[in-house]
């Protein structure tokens, strides 16, 4: 496991700017995803038309570009999470763990989006299913 490891009062202190990143993430893979999926059909029904056409000018350019970008602002985002320390398990919906020990075990506290509060526990290889409450005595 990593070096940063938290305790329970520090996860539950940082899930606040954890939802709003997640939030901000959520928001720009949605857009994302509604505009590559009416990119892709507008680009195979224009290479229907106009693949013919030699030397036609790409009218996809802006849009690539603007896809392109989206996906660094995704892929910035999504280290922002590494880079405090926790791990981004999944985007929709949120699901986020933050390295652990309890006892003398390596353990990831983990959060669902929903949750009003950073309350579970789970062992490295147990995965969300594996999830028990966390001991009340820290």
Not at 10 to 29: G, S
Request: aromatic share 10%; net charge negative.
């Amino acid at each position: 496991m990593g070096n940063k490891t938290f305790t329970l009062s520090e996860a539950n202190e940082m899930l606040p700017q954890l939802q709003e990143d997640l939030r901000k993430l959520q928001q720009i893979t949605e857009q994302f995803e509604d505009l590559y999926i009416s990119y892709q059909k507008e680009k195979a029904a224009y290479e229907q038309v106009f693949a013919a056409i030699e030397g036609s000018e790409d009218p996809f350019f802006e849009r690539e570009s603007q896809l392109e970008f989206m996906k660094m602002e995704v892929d910035l985002l999504i280290e922002n999470f590494s880079r405090k320390g926790v791990q981004l398990k999944m985007i929709t919906p949120g699901l986020i763990d933050f390295p652990a020990v309890l006892g003398n075990e390596d353990i990831l506290i983990c959060w669902k989006e929903g949750e009003a509060e950073v309350s579970h526990y789970h062992g490295l290889h147990d995965g969300f299913m594996g999830r028990k409450p966390f001991p009340q005595d820290e």
